[in-house]
């Protein structure tokens, strides 16, 4: 019997209970053993109630068992398993990392609605965002099959993966569960070999070992110059359909313009032809060849340094979408909930394509941009001047002090560079 609740002090959960209660002095009754699921409103998948019929398989089942959770307190949870596929060669499952306010989201919400409407395929999609809203984390979970879709939890065994960001790379496992033989696309600024040098050891080694075929496209540069700014949704929901081909490439770029015109009509002609580019221009992706000896390359550990150990053993794992895999003895002594304070200061993510840049033309020394700025990266200065005469900046870049106090200084805007490059 499994149960989602915990009853702290009572001989089982009720569920158990009643059932037992069932066969209380009944001859030959069947054993009986109890556990709970979906605590912490974790999802339970095929590969934890396998690990269920495993426990019920041995010679003393184990009573009073957790799964989706490693317990290594109590130790009162069954083992975990590898995900298992479901859905048979039918199922086609996908999910893409993307950035709040690039329209990752909206484009595959399209993107259900197209094979949804033009094809018999079951559908089924969940979004899952940060609470940072724009600039934060985003991913989409679609599946796509032949048969009704009965899976209620999220995609754990993709067959494609797309990446629209790439300081993803070193931040979350972008790779993890990718089925052998599986697809991945990654949105990059970088190209060939300088791509090759740059993608972490830890995805190049998993490329090489489950023979994913990979690919790359500057959707970036490309909305740069089509004029979208940094909306690539539509330029790599085009991509996807082209490389994949889950429906004909020629209906789904019919479909997507069709649902431009609903999207973005209101808007005017302008912004309806620079999507439509953006579909045009979805062909502009590159294979990128895997080198078998990858297989052979040492993956790289944490980088140390003094942060806490809260921040260590806690923070980091939670901000690489990695807190559902903690263990239970990462929250010893804290069992009241309590959070350590000044933890943003470890959360330096370096997700932006661009970096900001001062003009000191328009600069008006209201210092907001620096009040602002979440992780302190604009820094405005004043100097009186045998510091002006000493200091780097180049005069074009440096203005006349404003205010009482103020005369005959110098004024300054620094903005900070990510330490991670993006």
Known sequence: MLDRTKEPGANGEPLYLDVKDCFYGTENAPIIVGGRYGLGSKDTTPAQILAVYENLALPMPKNQFTIGIEDDVTFASLPMKEEVAMGGAGMFQAKFYGLGADGTVGANKNSVKIIGDNTDKHCQAYFSYDSKKSGGFTCSHLRFGDEPIRS???????????????????????????????????????????????????????????????????????????????????????????????????????????????????????????????????????????????????????????????????????????????????????EDGTWDAGTAAYEKRGVGAFVPMWKAENCIQCNKCALVCPHAAIRPFVMDEAEAAASPFKEEDKLKAIGKGFEGMTFVQVVRRARRPS
Not at 248 to 271: C, H, N, T, W
Not at 273 to 297: H, M
Request: glycine share 6%; proline share 4%.
């Open 152 to 334: 209620t939890y999220l995609v754990t065994t993709p067959n494609f993966v797309a990446c629209h960001v790439q300081a993803y790379l070193h931040m979350y496992d972008v790779t993890r569960g990718l089925q052998k033989g599986g697809t991945f696309l990654l949105n990059t600024v970088w190209d060939g070999d300088k791509l090759v040098e740059n993608l972490p050891n830890n995805v190049k080694k998993y490329f090489a070992d489950n023979n994913i075929k990979v690919y790359y496209i500057n959707a970036t540069k490309i909305a740069q110059e089509i004029g979208l700014g940094n909306r690539t949704n539509t330029i790599l929901q085009s991509a996807f359909f082209r490389i994949t081909e889950v429906i004909p490439v020629d209906l789904a770029i019919e479909q997507m313009k069709k649902f431009i015109v609903k999207s973005y009509g209101r808007k005017g002609e302008d912004v309806v032809n620079k999507n439509y580019q953006a579909v045009d221009r979805g062909n502009e992706y590159t294979e990128l060849a895997v080198d078998p000896a990858w297989s052979n390359l040492t993956v790289e550990g944490p980088v140390a340094d003094n942060a806490p150990e809260f921040v260590h053993n806690v923070v980091r794992p939670i901000n690489a979408q990695n807190g559902d895999l903690l263990p239970v003895s990462a929250f010893k002594g804290r």
